[in-house]
């Protein structure tokens, strides 16, 4: 696997890039929060604040609001919690953005509070994912054969096909120009990943193949398209996601995968290449701990962690990994 990557994210800072109108909330240099000068200046380091610096501005009018000089623990914990009902989740999120900006202004004037690890935080648990097997994702793809109109088929088992042959993210492939598969030499430039990083994502020939004769299927039944997606909708649009989603319930419910208990997702299939390649490289006897760095940065994760989670989320990869080690001990005996 080859895979190029550009851009940077700053620990918890990070985030896909919003647009910051932080003039409105922040005043001169001599500002006590000075938001302005602390985006502007990690921004020249090459940080992105991403979604932190969306939230930051609203809590520095908060505070200004309130009248106060300093960042306290009870009006950061005052903000995070508005509106009234709001979720956890988001009352999470808001309180480690102001941790993050409260230890830049502490280092300054040790009269800023910083809240504190741990406050107001909400566990999280990923889900175990549901692990498709190669049978299981044919049947998939055959079934989209049944959708009307053709584009519309034709559209989902590529979609869907790619999903499952290069594990990257829905909204990845939804964000895919004409410009960014390169049919000659196999290619996809993947540009609206998270944080915003771009990476390069090699394709199987047999996936080249399957995308070049999409293209030359969507152009034929698709003369007028309204943008330059690579995957378009009956009407020449981008795809929706709630549709995708829509269509997949119904095509895993039709061929029997999806039950009352058993909920199979789209993303799904990006754990199932993940694990896959992780136990076919087990069972080849690849060095596991050189195949995980490059099976990370090809899957675009910020963290190999992200990647090393699979090695005990999945039980079969756990039964190989303690088979290996087996073999390991008694070859030193």
């Known amino acids: 696997m080859v895979v190029g990557y550009t851009g940077h994210c700053l620990g918890d800072l990070g985030g896909q890039p919003g647009e910051i109108v932080a003039q409105s909330v922040t005043g001169a240099e001599g500002h006590p929060f000075n938001l302005e000068h602390r985006i502007k200046r990690v921004r020249q380091l090459g940080f992105q604040l991403g979604r932190h610096g969306e939230v930051l501005p609203r809590f520095v009018a908060y505070l200004e609001a309130s009248g106060a000089t300093t960042v306290t623990v009870e009006l950061a914990v005052a903000w995070a919690r508005l509106p009234e009902g709001i979720k956890p989740i988001t009352v999470d999120f808001r309180i480690s953005a102001v941790r993050v900006f409260a230890r830049y202004l502490h280092a300054i004037d040790p009269a800023h509070e910083i809240p504190p690890a741990g406050l107001l935080a909400v566990p999280r648990r990923r889900p175990a994912p549901y692990i498709y097997t190669p049978d299981q994702i044919d049947e998939v793809l055959c079934a989209t054969r049944w959708l009307n109109p053709p584009l519309r088929a034709i559209t989902y088992r590529t979609l869907l096909g ?136 090809y899957l675009g994760h910020v963290e190999p962690a992200n990647t090393y989670w699979y090695l005990s989320a999945v039980p079969e990869l756990m039964q190989l990994a303690a088979a290996r080690l087996d073999q390991h001990e008694a070859g030193r005996s």
């Not at 829509?246 to 993940?274: K, M, N, Q």
């Open 162 to 297: 790619l999903l499952a042959a290069t594990g990257m993210r829905l909204g990845e492939a939804f964000a895919l120009t004409r410009s960014d598969v390169d049919l000659v030499n196999g290619m996809v430039t993947v540009r609206h990943a998270k944080f915003e990083r771009i990476r390069l994502v090699p394709l199987h020939p047999s996936v080249t193949a399957a995308l070049r004769a999409y293209a030359t299927a969507r152009d034929r039944l698709c003369r007028s398209a309204n943008c330059d997606r690579f995957f378009v909708s009956v009407t020449g649009r981008p795809l929706r996601r709630g549709a995708v989603d829509r269509v997949f319930r119904e095509i895993t419910a039709l061929i029997g995968l999806r039950t009352d208990t058993i909920h199979p997702r789209i993303h799904d299939l990006r754990h199932s290449f993940a694990v896959r390649t992780l136990i076919d490289g087990h069972r080849n006897g690849a060095d596991i701990s050189s195949l995980l760095p490059v099976l990370s940065t």
